[in-house]
């Protein structure tokens, strides 16, 4: 897959994963390297279970990539924490 491709597929795929984690980052950018950094988590993940990861433009590799990109939101949110906490 070309650069176009994963830039394509990596905005998808941040878009999806933004949406199912409600992160309230913006940006065009931020979204394509969450996806883009998604699909080679999700790439990688897939193909040590069928040995095939996102290697071509279709419905599983967006799918692949956006699981992925999912996974990392959900680490950032663990590591950064939801937000400051106030006592009462």
């Not at 941040?14 to 913006?26: F, N, S």
């Amino acid at each position: 897959m070309g650069i176009l491709g994963w830039i394509f597929v990596g905005l998808i795929a941040g878009l999806l994963a933004r949406w199912i984690v409600k992160d309230e980052r913006t940006g065009c950018i931020y979204t394509v390297i969450v996806g883009v950094i998604g699909a080679l988590i999700g790439g990688g993940l897939m193909s040590l279970i069928d040995e095939q990861g996102v290697d071509d433009f279709s419905f599983r590799s967006i799918l692949v990539a956006a699981v992925g990109a999912v996974l990392l939101l959900l680490i950032l949110q663990a590591i950064a924490g939801r937000g400051p906490r106030t006592r009462r």
